[in-house]
């Protein structure tokens, strides 16, 4: 029956060569779960470097010969694994040493294996009779084992093998023309193909004669290093829009380096080629190792171009201003780099300069002798014409607004005298018409024709353009200078009185919240207004009729006018004493009561033969009549209340 180390011999006592097993761990118990070694080291491996000292049978070779290995220990079951690197053209066969296994200790302590506690930095370790130097390991390995309680030692270094020493000063001397080098261009062009970094840059060249601030776009592509610079052409630059800047191609730092011959700046050099026994046949060539006549140029790379960097491109100082997303995310992943502030490109406003023109001569109108100074060629003024299509005449809609107006002088013939002033929305002209009344003495018509009128203090000889009477500056109540004449507005037609009201923001005069607003400042007359409303009002209905509310009274020449206007067949001295007969202190006639007498079916009068007379043509068959009103009734509480806040009593 075979003993184990857990159970001693006869008596309690111990056998030959059996040692008592300690009942305590050398170290303190962790803190860490209780998981099994398989689980808790799954996929950990130390991994050592270490090299051995291998003798050589041919000593024309040497008498030794230095070869590393990687040592690899996993913690799940403490197995070893050590494989040594391959080297090319070594002449031994290399790869995997010793197979994953537990490898037992040197004798006397064969029966025992390897475990962590046995590996440490600058040791030997011995595997099945061959002597392994340790002289290094990775940062993995050197922090579990601080954190096991292990003491590291210093690491080594491995000595270079003589032979590969040797063997690399012979084939140095032996090929010299012939050296293998090595362009794999093909790794770079698969892994970046496509892949471009986009700056934009400012080539600054206003110091030269006629030059100026050149905005470009520098494309770099990381395929294969090379440039390409295209310029962005402004509107109106006078330059010739060319496709590209710079063509593509590899930018060197120090340019331009001046003229190289064909085939000098190249990447190898051929000595000499080599061919069969057939002409025109090419087998090899030589290649020049030194490269002896090589011209050693520096290109701009990737990690060159940054914001805020100037390249050399050709003798040309670019300025790097900018740069796109891609480009931003690239720097950041590979140089680390956060700060992306860019610097403003956009050359400064030039100083608007004021053109002159000069002062008007007299001939033709304006606009047109303006036009002679703007081109070589003159060209007719152009008008507003979208205007002129929107607010032209069509249908009932007249876009004029016409206004009866008199004529403000000292003269005592023209005193009467009366007119019809017309707008014309489409394109601000004036027409001005005088209504043609018999044996008057003044000759009625057209009295201006449809022109734009100046307004007046302007100028003649003047290198600016003229101002005109706008359709804002009309109203009713207001004095217009047409050439010299005064007019005062006195009335004006139902389209222009609904035009102004509805377009308010245009005639001030005409919003009904602006004359609320005067009637607020008179609050202190608030009762008092409030008093004559209500003696108005006799049934107490707070409606008050529109012709009460109104003022029924109208001067007397203006119900002179009225019945000249009418065609009434009364002679001037008659019509005057009818009227006087109605006039009050003030000169002022109640039209209801005189209209009322002139009622014929109230009133009957013998028929009358008309006189026949030519009727003359008139431009304006308007004659500033006031215009029917349809309203009734005024609800005057309704207005108190909204103009001064009074509340019925």
């Not at 030039?350 to 008007?360: A, G, N």
């Amino acid at each position: 029956m075979l003993v184990s180390e857990d159970k001693p011999g006869i008596g309690g006592e111990l056998l030959l060569g059996q040692k008592t097993k300690p009942k305590y761990s050398a170290f303190p118990k962790g803190m860490g779960s209780d998981a099994p070694s398989w689980v808790a080291f799954d996929k950990q491996v130390l991994s050592f470097d270490a090299y051995l000292e291998d003798e050589v049978p041919d000593k024309s070779q040497g008498n030794y010969r230095i070869r590393r290995y990687k040592i690899y220990f996993y913690l799940e079951d403490d197995t070893i694994q050590v494989n040594e690197p391959e080297l090319k053209n070594s002449g031994m066969p290399q790869g995997t040493s010793i197979r994953r296994q537990r490898i037992s200790l040197p004798p006397p302590d064969e029966d025992q294996f390897y475990t962590v506690h046995h590996f440490n930095i600058n040791i030997d370790i011995i595997f099945y009779g061959r002597t392994f130097k340790i002289y290094d390991c990775d940062t993995f390995t050197k922090n579990f084992l601080k954190k096991i309680g292990v003491k590291l030692n210093p690491p080594g270094q491995c000595p270079e093998d003589p032979y590969m020493k040797i063997r690399r000063e012979t084939l140095d001397c032996m090929k010299p023309l012939r050296p293998y080098e090595s362009f794999d261009t093909l790794k770079q062009f698969l892994e970046y193909d496509r892949k471009v970094l986009r700056f934009f840059c400012l080539w600054d060249d206003s110091a030269t004669l006629f030059g100026d601030r050149r905005e470009l776009i520098l494309h770099y592509f990381l395929s294969d290093d090379t440039i390409e610079v295209k310029e962005v052409m402004p509107h109106n630059s006078g330059r010739d829009a060319m496709s590209l800047f710079l063509q593509r191609r590899k930018l060197p730092k120090y340019g331009p380096p001046g003229v190289c011959q064909p085939g000098q700046v190249t990447d190898r050099t051929v000595l000499n080629i080599y061919g069969g026994l057939k002409e025109n046949r090419v087998d090899g060539y030589l290649l020049d190792k030194y490269k002896l006549g090589k011209l050693d140029q520096e290109f701009y790379k990737d990690s060159d171009l940054f914001i805020g960097a100037t390249i050399n491109v050709w003798g040309r100082k670019v300025l790097l201003c900018d740069c796109d997303e891609f480009t931003k995310t690239y720097y950041k992943t590979k140089y680390g780099i956060e700060n992306f502030t860019s610097i403003p490109c956009k050359a400064p406003p030039l100083p608007k300069i004021e053109r002159k023109f000069p002062p008007y001569t007299g001939f033709g109108s304006e606009e047109d002798s303006l036009r002679s100074c703007i081109g070589l060629v003159p060209t007719p003024h152009q008008r507003d014409f979208k205007k002129f299509m929107e607010k032209d005449s069509y249908g009932n809609i007249s876009n004029t607004l016409r206004f009866f107006a008199k004529l403000i002088t000292h003269k005592c013939a023209d005193v009467d005298r009366m007119f019809v002033i017309s707008y014309f929305l489409s394109d601000d002209t004036i027409s001005v018409f005088e209504p043609i009344e018999r044996n008057s003495g003044i000759t009625g018509g057209k009295f201006l024709k449809r022109i734009r009128v100046k307004k007046p203090g302007q100028e003649v000889f003047k290198s600016e353009l003229s101002e005109y009477i706008k359709a804002e500056e009309l109203y009713i109540g207001a004095t217009v200078n047409v050439n010299g004449y005064l007019f005062l507005l006195l009335n004006a037609d139902e389209y222009t009185l609904n035009y102004m009201e509805t377009n308010s923001d245009m005639f001030p005069m005409s919003s009904i919240e602006l004359i609320l607003q005067k009637l607020k400042e008179e609050e202190s007359k608030s009762r008092e207004i409030k008093q004559v409303f209500t003696a108005a009002d006799c049934k107490h209905t707070k409606m008050v009729d529109y012709n009460t509310f109104r003022k029924k009274v109208l001067p007397s020449k203006d119900i002179r006018r009225l019945c000249k206007s009418f065609r009434l067949p009364l002679s001037d001295d008659l019509l005057g004493s009818i009227l006087s007969g109605f006039e009050d202190s003030e000169k002022q006639i109640n039209y209801e009561s005189f209209f009322c007498a002139l009622n014929w079916r109230i009133n009957p009068m013998p028929e009358l033969e008309a006189t026949l007379y030519t009727k003359e043509r008139c431009e304006d068959e308007w004659l500033g009549m006031p215009s029917p009103i349809p309203v009734k009734y005024i609800n005057y509480m309704r207005l108190l209340k909204d103009v001064f806040g009074l509340e019925e009593e």
